[in-house]
């Protein structure tokens, strides 16, 4: 559509608009005056409302209304810097027809402005935002103190919306409504709005690119998303500016960066926050913690940190300890510490309403409290009986808060804070929190408790996160909170609320870890097995699997459940906790890595799969996840599983169990027994691995073990530092990339040195899910007069020596040991193949077990002939045989012929990407003919037949699969794969 069309249908549509019925009690804000601009920003006045738009920087674009004639202070809690620093270059205006256009760069800014209504589009002109013809934007009058602020906008069909943080229920949010108001839901389920959180922020997926909206208001704010009317969202606040963001992508994680660079990152947790914690509603007296440490060490299951629940406190009075049951924290916690533990206690608000008691007495004197409208301090009640509320959006409260941890926490020697109710929940108020007259400081413009009910959590985590830095400045904080604002990434974790022990909660957790993933609140995790009631082994079983690779590993439960530990279920869950826990610790250095990533980008340690693939909605899921972009998660989350659908992503897979190969975008179905957790990885990925420990303390045995999954080009990267203190600010860390190549017959992966951090240390290298038998290595180190060692393989005896290698039964992975990484040195490591088989004739053989061997072999690159190309299969393997990294015209060669050299004629399938679906396969019916010449089968399919059309541009990969009616034991050589052109041609 031109520009004149646009401004025509516009015109239209205004006048339909008049003719539109009122919205209850909304004004609209009308016709705007003349437009003033500045080089950052456009002003539109109004008689009611003031607008302006301006480019925060080329990519972010801010949206302000005011339901008044000036705007207020500008100040938020979650925007550290909003200073508009982009430029709005003015790109056409029509006065008559009262249409004017500008654009940032990459956002064009198109507004009608009688009425005012305005449209947003992308650098290439799609249509991000467009306010909603009927509506726009509106005001209401609320009471007295507040008016509220909406905007309708248009919602076309097939939009998907995920963000907001803390919801339940399913990650995509279309046709439905949310609000934020921060609550106290123990015992919420997939449909209780709003939860503990306000992350009013959210991602627009429009046909495959995405952008972000930010509305920064801290008031309730509320969203709807087509479910009043299936084509107009809206959102607004009941008080406050209409104040929001509009952030291009097109990818979701260009909108989660620019995003953060707005709100802030999680900073780097010391590595012992990664690590599992343990906790209950209250381990106490301080015999029981004893008991659980030394149980944990004593069943070699890895844990980090122990928890303090309410009961070590002195009748719950914040930072006091229980005089018989914890009559000698420092001396309990520096135990531990010998055991490598880290601990964290609980912190609540409610301070105990009492003169004599020394932190209400030193609140008192500072005038900490927040305060009923006649300037009374106002009383609730919490866990303490009455309690006053420090007001934390005070600077000067929230300096004395922080002031009272260093004494603390000298003293009883806890690493980490824990901020609990801080909804704020109150027992005696309103809707379990403090009556809405309530007076805050806000920041020196004092305010009523709506305006600042939901930033009251991020401001206590934010002053208890400055207490523990200036009781330790060089190492690293740990804090994690129940209630938060966007932008409380920046001060610490989080978890989930009081979840429930059932299956429907399982799956809730991974979904509102993703969700808050994808809100900029990525350092989360569930009450592992739930909080409310108690689970079954079985349910424990699943909820530690998928929740050891979630980004904040917790279990927790209440005070009146039955124990749940690890060893809680009987010795099979217990093992299948150990192995779970252990491949987290296995997992560190790529954990670590994800972390340093996230707190340098803003995209998420966790993420949905469409995160990696956007757009890919056939593998759209809810509780299966991507860790990084290389591990895909398929966590089992329904009772009595044997075995599971994994709908696999576009690409090509690894098994982690396996090393079995498999195609994308098809499903594959795998074992689930309840000691499964299915996992793939990315085909061409190194994972960064270590051995195991029982704490981020330990030395592991092998501080850096490389898994590659060689295909075509490989690439991983790593990050490292001392793990704990802030040095790595100065830039004492180390990131490493590490790239691998494999070829017909070499994999070389070369090793960059990392002089400042691992001293001394020799990687050890798995090459997984590797077909071909290995005959030698060669490590050398970079530069011409090293010596390379040149090695065959080991027996049994331990890799010490650089080149050193031997296969590995157990992890089916050939393990080579190299060069230490601190000679300044790339290691280049070249496993040669040694496998002597002609090449023409590959054998393709099947186990004599029951089972197939399912591997599945690598294959050589294409190898173009007169008349066609030819795939030629060299290994022996299994049932599958995938042709990788294919790049043929599908028209000029439709035609597959398989040779294979069978004693019978087995049956053949045939699935294969194309530029047209690139991301699936297909299975096409099996039209072949079959010419037997002795023992030779030919198979003949055509696929541009068979596929009906679809076999057409650049073909990317076919994979041949070998039914199970082959015959055990049977040797199958496929002597030929040939692409050729149709017949007749
Ligand atoms: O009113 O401290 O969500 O994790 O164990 C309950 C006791 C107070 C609520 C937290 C929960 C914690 C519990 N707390």
Known sequence: MSNGD?????????????????????????????????????????????????????????????????????FSWAVADATPRGKLKREAVDEGEGYEAFSTGALTVRVHTRPFRMEVLDAEGRTLVRDEAARGMGRRRVNEECIAVRVWQEMPDGVRIYGLGEKAGPLEHSERAFSMWNTDAWGYGPTTDPLYKSIPFFLVEREGRYHGIFLDNPWRTSFDFGKEDRNVMSFGAEGGE????????????????????????????????????????????????????????????????????????????????????????????????????????????????????????????????????????????????????????????????AGLFPPFLQACGVDGIWNDMNEPANFAGPNKTLPLDVRFDNEGEPAPHRACHNVYGQQMARATLEGIRRTRPDRRPFTMTRATYAGGQRYGAAWTGD???????????????????????????????????????????????????????????????????????????????????????????YLYTLFEECARTGVPIVRPIWMEFPGEHPWFEDTAFMLGSDILVWPIVWPDAREGHVSLPPGVWFDWHTGEIHGGGQPVLVPAGLDHLPLFVRAGSIIPMQSAVESTMETPVEPLILD????????????????????????????????????????????PACPQTVGGTAPLIRFRGLGRPVASVVVTPEGPETAAHISEPAGDEPLTEPGAFRFDPVSRAWLVRVLPRTRGQTVLVRLVDGDGVAREAVTLRFDETEQPIRHHR????????????????????????????????????????????????????????????????????????????????????????????????????????????????????????????AAGM
Not at 50 to 67: F, G, I, K, Q, S
Not at 945 to 962: H, K, N
Request: include cysteine; proline fraction near 8%.
């Open 499 to 589: 979840n429930i022990s059932n299956w429907e909660h399982l799956q809730l957790s991974i979904t509102m870890t993703m969700g808050l993933g994808v809100s900029g609140m990525p350092f989360v995790g569930p009450d592992i097995g739930g909080f409310a009631h108690g689970p079954t082994p079985e349910l424990f079983a699943r909820w530690i699997q998928a929740g050891s690779l979630l980004p904040y590993c917790r279990t927790h439960t209440a005070c009146y459940n039955p124990d749940q530990e690890p060893w809680s279920y009987g010795a099979e869950v217990e093992e299948i906790a150990r192995q779970s826990l252990r491949r987290r610790y296995e997992l560190m250095p």
């Open 708 to 751: 590659v999954w060689p295909f075509g080009e490989s690439k991983g990267s790593l990050y490292e530092d001392d793990g704990q203190s802030i040095a790595y600010r100065r830039g004492e860390f180390c990131r490493s990339e590490f790239t691998c190549q494999a070829d017909e017959h070499t994999i070389t992966i070369s090793l």
């Open 242 to 401: 209409l104040n929001y963001y509009v952030i291009a992508g097109p990818g979701p994680k260009d909108v989660l960066q620019r995003y953060t660079d707005l709100t802030g990152r999680i900073e780097l947790p010391p590595k012992w926050a990664l690590g599992y914690h343990q906790c209950r509603y209250s381990y106490y007296p301080e015999a029981r913690v004893r008991e659980i440490a030394k149980t944990f060490r004593a069943k070699n299951i890895p844990c980090d940190v122990i928890y303090f629940d309410i009961d070590y406190m002195d009748a719950y009075r914040s930072f006091t300890w229980h005089p018989e049951w914890f009559p000698d924290p420092k001396k309990l916690t520096d135990d531990l510490k010998a055991m490598n533990f880290h601990t964290v206690a609980i912190i609540d608000p409610g301070i105990k309403h009492e003169p004599g008691d020394a932190v209400y007495d030193s609140g008192t004197k500072i005038d900490a409290w927040l305060k009923r409208p006649d300037g009374e301090p106002y009383v609730g009640r919490v866990w303490p009986g009455d309690c006053v509320f420090p007001d934390f959006t005070n600077p000067a409260v929230r300096d004395w808060w």
């Open 6 to 74: 646009r401004i025509h249908r516009l015109v239209g549509i205004s006048l339909f608009l008049i003719a539109a019925p009122a919205m209850a009690g909304w004004e609209h804000i009308g016709a705007a005056g003349e437009t003033g601009y500045e080089p950052a920003a456009a002003v539109f006045r109004f008689a009611n409302a003031l607008v302006r738009v301006e480019a925060v920087n080329e990519h972010v674009l801010r949206v302000r209304m005011t339901p008044g004639s000036t705007f207020g202070r500008d």
């Open 858 to 981: 690598s294959v050589l690159p294409p190898v173009y002939s007169e008349g066609g190309v030819e795939v030629v299969v060299r290994h022996a393997g299994n049932p599958q045989l995938l042709l990788p990294r294919l790049r043929l015209s599908a028209e000029a060669l439709p035609m597959l012929r398989v040779r294979l050299a069978t004693d019978h004629a087995t049956t053949l399938g045939v699935q294969f990407a194309t530029e047209q679906e690139p991301t699936r396969s297909d299975q096409p019916a099996m039209r072949f003919a079959i010419t037997a010449d002795g023992k030779v089968h030919e198979y003949f399919f055509d696929l541009q037949a068979a596929s009906e059309g679809r076999w057409s541009g650049t073909v990317y990969w076919v994979m041949l699969s070998f039914p199970d009616n082959s015959r055990q034991g049977e040797t199958i050589r496929v002597e030929s794969v040939a692409f050729e052109p």
